[in-house]
């Protein structure tokens, strides 16, 4: 199993970036593919998740309305566009997969715990 992140960078506050991360090694649409972030001195934290079957998606507050996350399957990529980015936003951001369950929220997948697949982690700072 792989998972390739990139597009990170460094970004003004209100503007955008879109992070990608290539998946392999696994049956893609079988599986929660999610987004966290960890800044320097606080836990990491699940930022958006995809369940790839049916499309279900779940934002953690702080980003909802500005972050959306997205799936191309044929290309076994999942998406993180992030726009009216703020200095808070900085962070390593991870992207990571688990096996979809049966009857599981999506919410659920927003804890770290879940994740036996991550990917190497890929910088976005945002400057004020």
């Known amino acids: 199993v792989q998972l390739q992140a990139s597009g990170g960078g460094l970004a003004q506050a209100g503007g955008s970036l879109r992070l990608s991360c290539a998946a392999s090694?696994?049956?893609?649409?079988?599986?929660?593919l999610t987004w966290f972030r960890q800044a320097p001195g606080k836990e990491r934290e699940g930022v958006s998740c995809?369940?790839?079957?049916?499309?279900?998606?779940y934002y953690t507050d702080s980003v909802k309305g500005r972050f959306t996350i997205s799936s191309d399957n044929a290309k076994n990529t999942v998406y993180l566009q992030m726009n009216s980015l703020k200095p808070e936003d900085t962070a390593v951001y991870y992207c990571?997969?688990?096996?979809?369950?049966?009857?599981?929220?999506?919410?659920?997948?927003?804890?770290?715990?879940?994740?036996?697949?991550w990917g190497q982690g890929t910088q976005v700072t945002v400057s004020s």
């Open positions: 090694g696994f049956t893609f649409d079988d599986y929660v």
């Open positions: 995809i369940k790839i079957s049916d499309g279900a998606t």
């Open positions: 990571a997969a688990v096996l979809a369950g049966f009857g599981i929220a999506t919410k659920t997948y927003m804890s770290p715990f879940m994740y036996n697949y």
